[in-house]
């Protein structure tokens, strides 16, 4: 089957990462697709310039309006961001037939009504799990995984430059001006902060999530929108002693005489795991009536990860447009022909870190043998703890923490330390992962 | 359009959770799938059981087997659990041309690839959402939300009764058999709690995951599988000096010589935010190429919760066999002309709670001018502090946290302290959630 042509418009940071992630995982998507994803033609406005990214195979275009009309052109990606151009081109792709993805959450939140509208009189799916948490699947988990449920309310972190800069003020205590320099030096925050510490850019994204959590139009007319940049280090400091911490939250709930629809600096009790959700990380919490609080965390931007969102986008619209309907989504997620091979590992080969504790009576040289022991399989010790022995008693704990090594020297070790005439017990082993 | 008529093999938790839910949210549900959706037909083990749930309007018949042949029927809703009727039944349903939903993770764990395989060359669906972590929507997530990515690795807590019985022990210091014995008395474990406790079910999960992360068959007799009974109280107080917590996971891993697939207590770095999953719920951490770290978090257990599940699938599968390929799932989840006009709360109606901060002069009378004020307007105090004034200081901070109120009251009341002249300075206002 001929692949699936794409037409990207705009070659920025999440442009550049659509391109690069389409082709690092080329092979990974068809077979999950049914068909290969290929950016056949893209545009942006510097043409010449140099990008990180290489375009061989695309064909670059000076005029965007030379895309969204090409008859060989299925998909349109729309990633040059802002509301009037973007719109044109938006429309301008669905009135000539074409599906549409887009990143764009402004865009949306102003004139989603309208575009929806014209996709759906034109017949074309217009997708934008992009627009909202980056690469986190929360357009998907509240548009199709929660629909058994009346949504009562939704509250999130959506913009990780007022987490990153919440986050800061709060671990080292410093004033909001200061952590915002900093920001921008790291790039977490623009030149021209305002649009994401006033809560412009989390409100559009809010706007998103309410219309698709209760069935309403955007309204993002209505949004109430406060920013972060009034919150002192002494009302942080406050906030921690009572047990909360704050954070910028997009709230929309079903109230009885309307839907609340609001950005704002909010107290949350520290042990919620939203509390916990730290620098520029975002997360979603649902709260349905069947199902309960269900929450959703990745990174909220980044080229890769919200090409992530895109490209899942793309992937969507493939399967919809190519696959027999009852095997839109493979049952194994990969198409039955295209499954792999690859062996489970039996347990010996596995590579992790290991908390290993012993019982050893307390002598002198018990733990030169066991760091012998350990040096001699090449198993790299961590750190190791000799708990002191209490009055009168014979024997001790020693708590051993080991870097990744395999389990079948793991198990060889263990072996010979419990041979030791020096350990009457058997070894505890529990296995250490750091999850990074 | 008539409803879409499903049948349902089993009236247990699940079975009367999925009646519950479909009936409670009926029409929110058609507004989503574009389509009513209804239990036609149910059978169970004992039919004349009282059950809590109503089954007005659905024909209860003694054999499942004339659900799973009946004309009417276009969805089989397998609830009954076990593998061997179990899988008779799946089968039957597919080869009589039924889409399929079930949450019976032992049964695709094991038979998966036999039933996905006559369920593709028959043209039918088999969902199975609910199959893992309950109501928290991890198979789309997997299958559809992250595609762009090469999944590097996943690690979840897939069982809420070993979660519990960790969390339980850390918590209070209890041993494993004290745990255990207070999670059967509270219906957290079953009265022979092998299958959770040993792995089993998480084994069975894991199973389900690693096949859709990977695009490999089902290989549960491969998986290696350990359980928490041997932990003991001062294990898990070493791992938490050392800035662990010990949680049951379900580890699968792309590994150069293969895939890793396994389930074991593990260490986890306490500053994670897995590891501050706590109590009977689930969490399930991704690791992918261009996405990085997600999680989903929710409940894994529980009537409606797993309903939640079941009945996304239902929608899911309603949703394919009804609606044009281009508009299977509505851009605004909701079918366009099924849209709500409830209107959009201006902030004044908005009710939640505040923190409030005033400087205030270091005089008495100020807290019953501030508390009249409040009692005046009905906002009833939650907690309030007046911090110490320093030496020589005239001015102190004061703290008040107020209950749930609305925000038109809030402001009358912050507008008439402002008034006050033992208050200087603007009152501070941060709004407070809950979000229990």
């Not at 209760?214 to 949004?223: E, T, Y």
């Not at 997009?250 to 005489?257: D, E, K, Q, V």
Request: aromatic share 4%; charged share 25%.
């Amino acid at each position: 089957m001929k692949p699936m042509r794409v037409g990207l418009l705009g070659l920025g940071t999440v442009g550049g990462g659509t391109v690069e992630v389409l082709r690092r995982n080329r092979e990974e998507i068809a077979r999950r697709a049914g068909r290969e994803i290929v950016v056949a033609m893209a545009t942006a406005r510097d043409l010449g310039k140099s990008r990180p990214v290489g375009l061989e195979g695309i064909e670059l275009v000076a005029e965007a309006e030379a895309i969204v009309a090409h008859p060989d052109i299925e998909i349109v990606v729309e990633l040059i961001g802002g509301e009037t151009r973007a719109r044109d081109l938006v429309m301008a792709a669905i009135a000539h037939g074409k599906h549409v993805v887009t990143a764009n959450k402004a865009l949306l939140a102003k004139h989603g009504n309208e575009i929806f509208a014209q996709a759906h009189a034109r017949g074309v799916m217009v997708a934008f799990e992009a627009a909202v948490a980056g690469g986190v699947p929360i357009i998907k988990a509240i548009r199709e995984g929660l629909t058994a449920n009346r949504i009562e309310w939704i509250a999130g972190i959506i913009n990780g430059t007022c987490n990153y800069i919440l986050s800061e003020m709060r671990d080292k205590g410093l004033s909001f001006d200061v952590v915002l320099a900093e920001a921008q030096r790291l790039g977490y925050a623009e030149a021209d902060p305002a649009f994401d510490i006033d809560g412009i850019d989390a409100a559009h994204k809010l706007t998103i999530l309410s219309a698709i959590a209760f069935g309403i139009p955007m309204q993002f007319d209505k949004a109430y929108t406060e920013g972060i940049g009034r919150l002192t280090a002494a009302d942080i400091r406050y906030a921690e002693g009572l047990g909360y911490r704050i954070k910028l939250l997009g709230i929309t709930r079903r109230a009885p005489g309307g839907i609340e629809l609001r950005v704002h600096p909010t107290l949350v009790p520290a042990r919620r795991l939203l509390a916990n959700v730290e620098g520029v990380m975002n997360a979603v919490l649902v709260k349905g009536d069947a199902v309960g609080n269900t929450m959703y965390y990745g990174r909220g931007a980044g080229a890769e990860a919200t090409a992530s969102a895109v490209v899942a986008d793309l992937v969507d619209v493939t399967r919809m447009a190519t696959a027999d309907p009852e095997h839109r989504v493979p049952h194994l997620a990969f198409q039955p022909d295209r499954l792999s091979d690859t062996p489970i590992l039996p347990m010996a080969d596995v590579e992790t870190a290991y908390y290993l504790r012993l019982r050893a009576l307390d002598r002198p040289g018990v733990l030169a043998d066991v760091t012998r022991i350990c040096a001699e399989r090449d198993i790299s010790i961590d750190a190791i703890f000799q708990k002191e022995a209490g009055e009168g008693e014979e024997q001790v704990d020693v708590v051993i923490l080991t870097h990744r090594t395999r389990e079948r020297d793991i198990d060889s070790a263990i072996a010979a330390i419990q041979a030791l005439p020096t350990i009457p017990a058997p070894v505890v082993r529990i296995r250490l992962e750091e999850l990074s």
